[in-house]
């Protein structure tokens, strides 16, 4: 199946100089632990994307041009899969765009944390997700797609806050407090509200947005591999970003974790719009 490019229903593909997104699909599957599907998350995401309007209701980020690249193969080892979305990553940066990775299992965030780290800048990491992904390994792998965080905070020192976890276990907890993860759990989000500042003063200026589609709630998006009761809904999720996203700038973002169910157009579409939603909030905040 030809991959379509993101909303090339309203815009004719940009030369990858040319564009201020870089779209790079990453089809991974390797270490999914519950339901599978997510090595379709990529295609489902694009081919959902021509049904989208080209105005987000704020913005139209596809305005300053848009590049998808070849689907990254994920054939191999995880580590090998790693570099070459880090190589893709790498390119987008290159050409001063902004890298868009769409998964595929979570563990594909790495790929893009990597390149960034290596960029030399400071940058912090805000996950959406009903898990918080910080186990140092998991059946066998640290490379699991339940380790993702664990990486980014323990081999890469990066600052993480965290959005709509719902479930964790004890070690996860640990692992939290020894590395001062900020977290924003659905429970708190449910009774308590969100803070007028959800990200600490000192948290860097310069974010990394990871949206695991279960951090939504299981009844707006039952295509995923651990859909969780408990989540967020589409507006929540919005007023979440535009808090952590005042007096910073995002650097990068992905959308992971679609495992899409034949006939179920929405949840495909959510994933989409979730995705044109993440690059207008990039566009607006400037980089």
Not at 118 to 143: C, K, T
Not at 264 to 282: E, I, Q, R, S, Y
Request: charged fraction near 20%; include cysteine; aromatic fraction near 6%.
């Amino acid at each position: 199946m030809s991959q379509p490019a993101f909303l090339a229903s309203e815009y004719a593909p940009s030369a990858p100089q040319e564009a201020a997104f870089h779209i790079i699909p990453a089809p991974l599957e390797q270490s999914v632990s519950y339901g599978g599907g997510t090595a379709r998350g990529p295609q489902a995401i694009l081919e959902a994307s021509q049904q989208l309007e080209a105005w987000d209701g704020h913005s139209a980020p596809g305005e300053t041009g848009l590049y998808t690249a070849p689907a990254i193969a994920c054939d191999g080892p995880v580590e090998t899969v790693l570099e070459r979305i880090e190589a893709a990553v790498r390119e987008a940066l290159a050409c001063r765009a902004c890298p868009v990775l769409l998964g595929g299992e979570h563990t594909v965030t790495l790929g893009a944390l990597r390149a960034l780290a290596a960029d030399g800048e400071p940058f912090g990491v805000v996950q959406f997700d009903a898990h918080a992904d910080l186990r140092p390994s998991y059946e066998g792998s640290i490379y699991s797609h339940a380790c993702v965080m664990h990486r980014a905070v323990a081999d890469l020192g990066l600052p993480l806050a965290q959005f709509a976890v719902r479930d964790m276990s004890r070690e996860e907890v640990a692992v939290r407090q020894q590395y001062g993860v900020v977290c924003h759990d659905a429970e708190a989000l449910a009774r308590q509200g969100l803070p007028d500042s959800p990200l600490p003063p000192d948290f860097p200026r310069r974010i990394y947005v990871s949206f695991d589609v279960d951090g939504f709630d299981a009844s707006l998006m039952p295509a995923t591999g651990t859909p969780s009761p408990g989540g967020l809904f589409w507006h929540q999720a919005m007023q979440i970003l535009e808090a952590c996203l005042r007096g910073r700038v995002m650097v990068g973002l992905d959308v992971v974790e679609l495992a899409p169910i034949p006939g179920l157009h929405h949840a495909d579409f959510t994933a989409a719009k979730l995705v044109h939603a993440l690059m207008g909030f990039a566009q607006r905040a400037g980089r």
